[in-house]
T-cell receptor, first 114, second 113 residues
Framework: DVKVTQSSRYLVKRTGEKVFLECVQD?????MFWYRQDPGLGLRLIYF???????EKGDIPEGYSVSREKKERFSLILESASTNQTSMYLC?????????????FGPGTRLTVL | DQQVKQNSPSLSVQEGRISILNCDYT??????FLWYKKYPAEGPTFLIS?????DKNEDGRFTVFLNKSAKHLSLHIVPSQPGDSAVYFC????????????FGKGTKLSVKP
């Protein structure tokens, strides 16, 4: 079974703090993704990476950065957390199967910025 | 502009009956479609997928239908169970998109006992 783990399930931070969200997958997947989920807005892609040290902006990259130093690990960084970054953050990894790419998600991190 | 649309934010169904969740897309380059199920405070779970070369895929109680000419897919759950109550996301991808999926905004399914 694919296993995607995220470092924290719940996190509370203060405005202006630097926040690190870690994601690890154990299936040797090439691609990794960070999303945020907000009510009524669905899943919005923040950044993705298709290889070590490679990163691409998604739909809402502002206020975020990422790091992928190892294939299995993809980190999301909030340089200076703000209250509008309070959200559920979801990490995923994917492989290209015979028919198409299937993403597998971690359990999510509920981040609250006060 | 939304490329994948789930026009019903919510759906309520009686236990034992059929649940039908719908999804429309606009991009004719999409060739792979997926459904995910999400419980509150958890990550989405992959449910079922379908390639554009097929028009139906079945897995137990779950069947996905694809109508390419109408750019429409649907997920049928038969029979519906209270444990199926969750948010369901439709997603689509195109070859060469580096694994990117385009998600709909989700439909919240409530199955009443």
């Amino acid at each position: 079974d694919v296993k995607v783990t995220q470092s924290s399930r719940y996190l509370v931070k203060r405005t202006g703090e630097k926040v690190f969200l870690e994601c690890v997958q154990d299936m040797d997947h090439e691609n990794m993704f960070w999303y945020r989920q907000d009510p009524g807005l669905g899943l919005r892609l923040i950044y993705f990476s298709y290889d070590v040290k490679m990163k691409e902006k998604g739909d809402i990259p502002e206020g975020y950065s990422v790091s992928r130093e190892k294939k299995e690990r993809f980190s999301l960084i909030l340089e200076s957390a703000s209250t509008n970054q309070t959200s559920m953050y979801l990490c995923a990894s994917s492989f290209l199967g015979a028919q198409g790419d299937t993403q597998y998600f971690g359990p999510g991190t509920r981040l609250t910025v006060l | 502009d939304q490329q994948v649309k789930q026009n019903s934010p919510s759906l309520s169904v009686q236990e034992g009956r059929i649940s039908i969740l719908n999804c429309d897309y606009t991009n004719s380059m999409f060739d792979y479609f997926l459904w995910y199920k999400k419980y509150p405070a958890e990550g989405p779970t992959f449910l079922i997928s379908i390639s554009s070369i097929k028009d139906k895929n079945e897995d137990g109680r779950f069947t996905v239908f694809l109508n390419k000419s109408a750019k429409h897919l649907s997920l049928h759950i038969v029979p519906s169970q209270p444990g199926d109550s969750a948010v369901y996301f439709c997603a689509a991808s195109a070859r060469g998109s580096q694994g990117n999926l385009i998600f709909g905004k989700g439909t919240k399914l409530s199955v009443k006992p």
